[in-house]
């Protein structure tokens, strides 16, 4: 019993570990400050437990949104689980994909990681993630096969990144690059990251399904058992239409919402659309703008330019709606909220933990510091060790855009012609990077979800791993000599 907990509970002891690795680097190494192409070495600044403790309040109010999204995703599934057309609808997908689970698995890789590959958000695309994993757990497919599927394949789509603002947005402005610049090279990165990380879960899942591995649905925390005789009596006496029509509409909002259809596409139909909406005046008075809220405070945008917030703001509305359908008491409802926000609770505490790492080394901004002694070991600019550094940074800076600010225009100036690419090289270490980093918030969260020890996972992942780092600096070597 003892073991089991230990196993349990061994994330939370390696992202502490490197909290308290990181902790301790401020204490070796000084702080860092560039202007342009040159870094200013300061004083060694100390962090003590008394800062360290600051850092979880801090690290809360830096990630407020995604709390609140994991709080409400949990709250939105236990609903769904909690619904007889939910489970019918679960039962005939998972009825229709019998024979077919390997191409239903490389397709919902592509998606995912197609999406992700140009969303203004990564966190989401975590929206239909349980959905997912219900019906490959229910296939009998094993936990492994369900992460890869979901969340590693928004990791894919991550690291090939192509006109995703969420990964290109800050990228785009400190290194002078545009969504086009490298297209090229972006699209052949993501080529080959998701043939191969799909050939080794593709390979693994076959694997699965002849071996017939033990039933891990109960590992699924809004996880629905199929049960045939019950899904039949269900399917006579419960329409899901209703259902398929309020979870089409959430995809299609979830669609217009997070491509940043202006920025990345130069379509500009959405922004005039916002524009004309919030301007309709009866009299004096601009209706829409008063129903919808002022813009002032950044929720109120048009399509493309959603923050994480307003994705929540549909859950709500898409679980009141299939309550009053499906006749679920406003007391039940704020129940099933609970008990979902309950079961997530677990992977908040995780997430605000891993982003401590990245406001101790705000607090203390070491990272500048290690960047310029590894760029530094050569005169000119060179892609392996700009790699080394991208790779450290992003691991101490968690998101992308945290590690384009820590040291973005001094990469970029270090880089000189070369810009371009060393933007390249930053996003795709910084992929790399969250496929196994303990400070990988998706990575983490798929674990925490799914309750795979870390272990487990770099049993799996490290051949993928070699071959992909092999991969990507053939790929940075053809771009910078041929």
């Not at 390696?14 to 202007?35: E, K, N, S």
């Not at 057309?85 to 679960?90: L, N, R, S, T």
């Not at 239409?241 to 259809?261: C, D, E, M, R, T």
Request: with cysteine; glycine share 8%.
């Amino acid at each position: 019993m003892k073991k089991s907990m230990l196993k349990k509970h061994d994330l939370f002891k390696i992202v502490g570990i490197a909290i308290l690795v990181v902790a301790l680097l401020t204490w070796i190494i000084p702080v860092g400050q560039y202007t342009g192409s040159e870094m200013y070495v300061g004083d060694i600044n100390r962090l003590g437990v008394a800062n360290l403790f600051f850092t979880s309040i801090y690290s809360l109010s830096t990630m407020l949104y995604q709390v609140t999204f994991l709080l409400i995703l949990g709250g939105f599934y236990a609903l769904l689980s909690s619904i007889d057309a939910y489970k019918g609808f679960i039962q005939t997908i998972v009825k229709k994909l019998k024979g077919k689970e390997l191409p239903f698995i490389a397709i919902t890789s592509f998606v995912f990681a197609g999406l992700t590959s140009i969303f203004s958000q990564a966190y989401v695309l975590m929206l239909f993630v349980p959905f997912f994993i219900t019906i490959i757990l229910n296939l009998k497919m094993d936990k492994i096969t369900a992460l890869c599927t979901t969340f590693g394949s928004i990791l894919v789509g991550l690291l090939g990144a192509t006109f995703s603002s969420y990964v290109y947005g800050y990228v785009n402005s400190y290194f002078g690059i545009t969504y086009l610049t490298e297209i090229i090279t972006k699209v052949a990165i993501f080529a080959l990251t998701l043939v191969l990380f799909n050939f080794f879960n593709l390979l693994h899942a076959k694997e699965v399904l002849k071996k017939k591995g033990k039933d891990e649905i109960a590992e699924d925390k809004f996880g629905i058992v199929i049960d045939d005789k019950k899904s039949k009596s269900t399917k006579k006496s419960v329409s899901i239409w209703p259902l398929i029509i309020v979870l089409g509409f959430v995809v299609v909002i979830q669609l217009i919402g997070y491509i940043n259809w202006s920025d990345s596409f130069n379509v500009g139909i959405f922004d005039k659309f916002h524009e004309w909406l919030l301007g309709i005046k009866i009299g004096d008075h601009a209706i829409f703008s008063y129903i919808l809220g002022t813009s002032d405070v950044g929720v109120v945008t048009a399509f493309g330019k959603w923050p994480l917030f307003n994705i929540q703001i549909i859950m709500i509305l898409a679980s009141i709606i299939l309550a009053i359908i499906y006749k679920v008491g406003f007391d039940e409802l704020i129940e099933k909220f609970i008990e979902g926000a309950k079961k997530m609770s677990r992977i908040v505490l995780l997430l605000v933990l891993i982003y401590m790492v990245f406001v101790i080394t705000n607090l203390s901004p070491i990272v500048p510091t290690i960047v310029d002694w590894i760029v530094g070991l050569t005169k000119h600019f060179n892609i392996y060790l700009a790699s080394l550094a991208s790779f450290i940074a992003s691991v101490l800076n968690i998101d992308i855009d945290f590690v384009a600010y820590s040291v973005g225009p001094y990469l970029a100036a270090k880089a000189g012609d070369f810009a371009s690419l060393s933007a390249l090289i930053t996003t795709a270490m910084h992929g790399f990077a969250s496929f196994f980093a303990p400070t990988s918030a998706i990575l983490m969260i798929g674990l925490a979800y799914l309750n795979i020890p870390y272990k487990d996972w770099m049993k799996y992942i490290w051949r993928f791993l070699v071959g992909l780092l092999v991969g990507l600096l053939i790929i940075f070597t053809i771009v910078r000599y041929l």
